[in-house]
């Protein structure tokens, strides 16, 4: 079977609120894809139309190719994993696991077989008699994870499931629920906001807004190559300058900004005419700063001045005025001999057409 979960043309209203708009999307058998976007865009409440937790106004939900609008949870081949965890206080990690097979009725020695195996995948061994009322929030992660697991779900659903740990865990669970991905080869249908967060889980992420998908990629393809202002500010740090055309070749357009020109990079199929009105973006780590000493020899170059500097230990972050109404945003990584620029110092700010991308909104 080619795709696992299939989503077509599905809609969601609250009275007069359009939650999801004519959604349509394909997800193949072992792939993780993330759903992305701001509070509100729609990406949970899809989430519980796939789980049966809402019933689309329109269009259908396929799991391995059976329809299942109208087919309650508890009867679909997905389980879903909350924010929350949802585990019962007052049963034992053990238990916990072993509810859902209890429920349908499996032999109590596979029942054992099949929690340790779970546990043992989840880096939880040892831990079968303890309350979960005693477990830290990543375990706690990690039990609700395995008990939506162990019944072997055709989809498993993740609803902003690092949303209450703390960072540090929080990236340690997108390293371990990578790696349970991919020992299992299962299929994982992930929600966030946290672009970071989608970007190390994902095989492919959806980005969304407004109850509508707006693109679909890799996170190389969503993050190197957005297809609009919107996926261009919300997947990662970014400079977004206005400007307007002024000359058009096959694969470079130049961009007047009022203060430049600038040289840029244009998409495939993006038809561009001199006067049009578009965005460039400038990713933060394509800037190079330099002392402002003497012409610099790349495709585009700024003088400028540092107004702000933020330090993270790996990079250091500089915002620079270029005496345009916005201020560009330099990302530059710290190593041995770099220069460290200060408030109030002149600097040089250049770049190559290639890491620059117009936008057509």
């Not at 990543?138 to 008990?147: F, N, Y």
């Not at 495939?268 to 009105?277: K, P, S, W």
Request: hydrophobic share 45%; aromatic share 4%.
């Amino acid at each position: 079977m080619e795709y696992i979960l299939e989503i077509e043309g599905v809609s969601k209203r609250f009275g007069e609120l359009r939650a999801v708009d004519k959604v349509s999307l394909s997800i193949r058998e072992g792939e993780l894809v993330t759903l992305l976007g701001p509070s509100g865009c729609g990406k949970t409440t899809l989430l519980r139309m796939v789980a049966g937790f809402e019933e689309p106004s329109s269009g259908t939900v396929k799991i391995a190719g059976q329809v299942v609008n109208g087919v309650p949870p508890d009867r679909r081949p997905a389980n879903m994993v909350f924010q929350r965890y949802a585990l019962f206080p007052h049963l034992s990690v053990f238990e916990n696991l072993a509810f859902g097979l209890r429920l349908r009725r499996i032999d109590p020695n596979e029942i054992k077989k099949r929690v340790a195996g779970m546990l043992a995948l989840v880096r939880l061994e040892g831990l079968a008699g303890r309350s979960v009322t005693q477990l830290s929030g990543g375990e706690s992660q990690r039990v609700a994870l395995a008990r939506a697991l162990i019944l072997d779900p055709k989809v498993l659903l993740l609803d902003e499931p690092l949303g209450a740990l703390d960072l540090k865990i929080r990236k340690q669970m997108e390293v371990e629920l990578k790696r349970i991905h991919q020992e299992l080869g299962a299929t994982f249908v992930y929600v966030t906001h946290d672009q970071e967060e989608a970007m190390t889980v994902s095989d492919r992420i959806v980005i969304m807004n407004r109850g509508r998908i707006v693109q679909v990629g890799t996170p190389e393809e969503v993050y190197t190559n957005p297809n609009c202002g919107f996926c261009a500010a919300f997947v990662g740090e970014s400079n977004i300058v206005p400007g307007r055309v002024v000359e058009v070749l096959p694969e470079t357009a130049t961009v007047d900004v009022g203060r430049a020109r600038i040289q840029a990079r244009t998409t495939q199929g993006c038809a561009l005419a001199v006067e049009d009105a578009v965005n460039i973006l400038i990713r933060p780590e394509v800037l190079s700063v330099s002392p402002r000493s003497g012409p610099v020899m790349t495709d585009n170059a700024l003088d400028g001045q540092v107004v702000d500097k933020i330090f993270l230990g790996s990079s250091v972050y500089y915002r620079i005025d270029v005496g345009m109404p916005l201020l560009l945003l330099a990302e530059v990584h710290v190593k041995e001999g770099t220069s460290a620029f200060q408030r109030g110092e002149a600097v040089a700010l250049s770049w190559a057409a290639k890491d620059t991308l117009v936008l057509r909104d």
